[in-house]
């Protein structure tokens, strides 16, 4: 093969024409995954120029939603307090994800007994296989009902700090679809964690208890060593929590507001394409709005990603890890 095009294919560093061979043989399934996701972001883009073109960038920072039927002019579509929601509810659901996971993670592969590790490790998998419909049910008929009670009691007590300002009418609140996007993040990110953690060699473990560290002290030394893989546990869990749709639109109250406070209801950018979308074919601009909120969630989620893979390019710098 001509060395131009091995460069270009990444092939220079292979040793034998049987690797060049299984390579080539693979790379059509990548470069069609490749494509298939930028077709998406062309389609996404297409469909979003219309509104684009109309408001510009009130379109993100706006917080009316004003449909109107046969009158194009008057329409108008700001995304400003679904793009709030769904960063708002997402944050909330990794703040509380993080320690449950980790917990998750040191707890089977450090305190739980052999016999009953696989068992619970099969049962965290299957919470992170459950159907989302199932989750969100789940928070409607459970969640939500319990956890206004306790909202309530917030509201009351801490009223003076703009978290909790409002008081709840209900349980579909901003607080109640942040704690059902955390359940539902959490096994994804401990599986991470938990896998990583695994591979970590026995001689450590035995270096540190050997230095006279204690149970938490090698604990604390071993999670050190698994940082990158919990911030991309963590980075996964975001991506699941800010895509969320059914679930979080059955709990989150669907309120058009932007407010800090977690015991009102809000929106979120998924919710409200779950909403509208069938009837967006009713109004001029509605699709093309609700094109711009999936292009948003695109773009969050791949900033998010990228900044996961540049904390571990440093982390591997610091140290002093070569990457291939």
């Known amino acids: 093969m001509d060395r131009r095009l091995q460069r270009i294919l990444g092939l220079g560093g292979l040793r034998s024409k049987d690797d060049e061979r299984f390579v080539l043989l693979h790379l059509p399934a990548s470069l069609l995954l490749l494509l298939v996701i930028l077709s998406m972001l062309a389609v996404f ?17 706006d917080s009316a939603w004003q449909a109107v039927e046969g009158a194009p002019s008057r329409e108008w579509y700001g995304l400003a307090p679904a793009i709030f929601g769904s960063l708002y509810t997402s944050v909330i659901a990794v703040l509380l994800a993080a320690p449950l996971a980790v917990s998750l993670a040191v707890v089977l592969e450090e305190l739980t007994p052999p016999r009953l590790r696989g068992a619970l490790a099969m049962l965290t998998d299957l919470m992170a296989a459950t159907p989302t419909i199932i989750y969100g049910l789940w928070g409607l008929a459970y969640l939500a009902p319990h956890m206004y009670p306790v909202l309530a009691w917030l509201s009351r007590h801490l009223s003076w700090l703009p978290f909790f300002s409002k008081h709840p009418v209900s349980g579909y609140t901003i607080a109640t679809a942040g704690v059902l996007l955390a359940v539902m993040s959490t096994p ?3 599986a991470v964690i938990r896998e990583s953690y695994s591979m970590i060699p026995y001689s450590i473990r035995e270096a540190a208890y050997a230095i006279g560290a204690t149970r938490f002290e090698a604990i604390r030394i071993l999670l050190g060593m698994v940082k990158p893989s919990i911030v991309a546990g963590l980075a996964l869990a975001f991506a699941r929590a800010i895509g969320e ?22 929106v979120t950018v998924s919710s409200l394409i779950a909403s509208q979308f069938g009837n967006a ?20 989620g791949l900033a998010v990603n990228l900044a996961a893979v540049w904390y571990m390019r440093k982390w591997e710098e610091g140290m002093g890890i070569a990457r291939a």
């Open 45 to 61: 883009t297409a469909y979003s120029i219309p509104i684009l073109r109309r408001e510009g960038l009130h379109v993100f920072t």
């Open 188 to 190: 994804y990110a401990a």
């Open 245 to 266: 749709t059914v679930a979080v639109s059955l709990v989150v109250g669907n309120g058009y507001t932007i407010t800090p406070s977690v015991t009102d209801s809000g």
């Open 281 to 300: 074919g009713f109004y001029h601009y509605m699709t093309s709005a609700l094109f711009v909120g999936g292009l948003v969630i695109f773009a969050i």
